[in-house]
């Protein structure tokens, strides 16, 4: 099971970009769904977006649907997160997370359902 490791995040005005990076430790980063997650002291852990290997399918949150793209880099063995368009309330720390393989019945926006998770990275977007 690889190492994740979150990075990217910072201070951005609202309306400005960020991209966030999941990279893995190991010589492979094998998966069958990547997620990122966010959380904000005192709440609970929200999903963000999600895609199967190789990003053929995607899935995102409603709160962040046209203004945040998945993608990932098998060769750098590395995922992505673009924020585009960031508004206040996207303020959280941000947690990549895998699924090893496919199981039936799991689902690409519960947490529980993720068996791998970085450490988070925080984004702090001012008004």
């Known amino acids: 099971q690889a190492q994740l490791v979150e990075s990217g995040g910072g201070l951005v005005q609202a309306g400005g970009s960020l991209r966030l990076s999941c990279t893995a430790s190991g010589r492979t980063f094998n998966y069958y769904a990547m997620g990122w997650f966010r959380q904000t002291p005192g709440k609970e852990r929200d999903f963000v977006a999600a895609?199967?290997?190789?990003?053929?399918?995607?899935y995102y949150a409603d709160s962040v649907k046209g203004r945040f793209t998945i993608s990932r880099d098998i060769d750098k063995s590395a995922a992505y997160l673009q924020m585009n368009s960031l508004k206040p309330e996207d303020t959280a720390v941000y947690y990549c997370a895998t699924q090893a393989r496919y199981s039936p019945g799991n689902s690409f926006y519960n947490g529980d359902d993720y068996d791998n998770w970085g450490q988070g990275t925080q984004v702090t977007v001012s008004s």
């Open positions: 895609a199967t290997w190789g990003g053929l399918s995607t």
